[in-house]
């Protein structure tokens, strides 16, 4: 496209309200970015409290994006190749974590897997304690952060379409041979994308977090409870720390997008 000409198709008044709400996602960044004091920049995140919420927010959101693949993926799989009874209802409970409040999440977590739970007797039987500990946290970031990877697979799988798959099951090739080799490779873009949105929204989860595993300092205080908690005693470490999270979120989409590229 020759330099200077706008794109085809697209009306000169469509460029107002995007910049407009551009502005409105970057301006609050900005915003932020002024209020840190950069002398301090380096003691503000690197506190023992600081360090450990990071770390475990870096290892639980991983655990959370597994078992979002580990679930997501047959979920995405029976959503879009298949057709049942009920469909419509099915996908609407599965997307419904993404309409609801983290804090009904958590609640409802409690209330399943916790000591007085639904299942917190067979829990108990078992000598399993899940609630208020680093399991409850990625249950937490799992339940809210599924969606995103069923959703945008679903997506892929649905625009990928068939054709692809019918022919290698009339090769004679096996349900598992198709999924594993036809289908798998061709939604992997789509699958590495679903993957990095649940990652980056278990690393932001706080609300189902905070309800269901609580704030114990190497425990369950990921980085965003840290964040909400030295807002009330030390506002420049919660703005240092909003800035790491902010840093390592957009890292993350960065390389996805690369890799998307390479593949």
């Known amino acids: 496209m020759p330099r200077g000409?706008?794109?085809?198709?697209?009306?000169?008044?469509?460029?107002?309200?995007?910049?407009?709400?551009?502005m409105f996602v970057v301006l609050p960044l900005v915003a932020m970015l002024t209020r840190i004091e950069w002398g301090s920049f380096g003691s503000l995140i690197t506190s023992d409290s600081s360090r450990a919420a990071l770390a475990l927010s870096l290892r639980t959101s991983l655990a959370s994006t597994v078992l979002c693949i580990v679930f997501g993926v047959p979920m995405a799989l029976v959503l879009a190749r298949t057709?049942?009874?009920g469909q419509s209802i099915a996908r609407s409970l599965v997307l419904l974590p993404l309409v609801l409040p983290p804090v009904v999440g958590g609640i409802a977590l409690l209330y399943t897997f916790g000591r007085r739970g639904l299942?917190?007797?067979?829990?108990?039987?078992?000598?399993?304690?899940i609630?208020?500990?680093?399991?409850?946290?990625?249950?937490?970031?799992?339940?809210v952060a599924l969606p995103f990877l069923v959703v945008s697979l679903e997506g892929a799988l649905r625009t990928g379409g068939q054709r692809f798959e019918e022919v290698a099951a009339t090769l004679g090739a096996r349900p598992t041979t198709v999924f594993l080799r036809v289908t798998l490779p061709l939604v992997l873009p789509g699958l590495a994308s679903g993957a990095v949105l649940a990652f980056a929204?278990?690393?932001?989860?706080?609300?189902?977090?905070?309800t269901f595993a609580g704030s114990l300092q190497?425990?369950?205080?990921?980085?965003?409870l840290e964040i909400y908690l030295q807002r009330e005693t030390?506002?420049?470490?919660?703005?240092a720390l909003s800035l790491v999270l902010v840093v390592v979120a957009t890292v993350v989409i960065a390389l996805t997008r690369r890799s998307r590229t390479a593949l």
């Not at 299942?119 to 304690?129: A, M, N």
């Not at 030390?234 to 703005?239: E, F, G, K, L, S």
């Open 83 to 85: 057709e049942f009874r």
């Open 218 to 224: 190497g425990v369950t205080r990921t980085l965003p």
């Open 119 to 129: 299942l917190g007797h067979t829990i108990e039987v078992l000598g399993l304690q």
């Open 131 to 143: 609630a208020f500990s680093t399991t409850a946290v990625v249950m937490a970031q799992t339940f």
């Open 5 to 22: 000409r706008p794109p085809l198709g697209l009306p000169a008044w469509v460029f107002v309200p995007a910049a407009v709400g551009a």
């Open 201 to 210: 929204r278990a690393l932001g989860e706080f609300g189902a977090t905070i």
């Open 234 to 239: 030390d506002p420049q470490a919660a703005v």
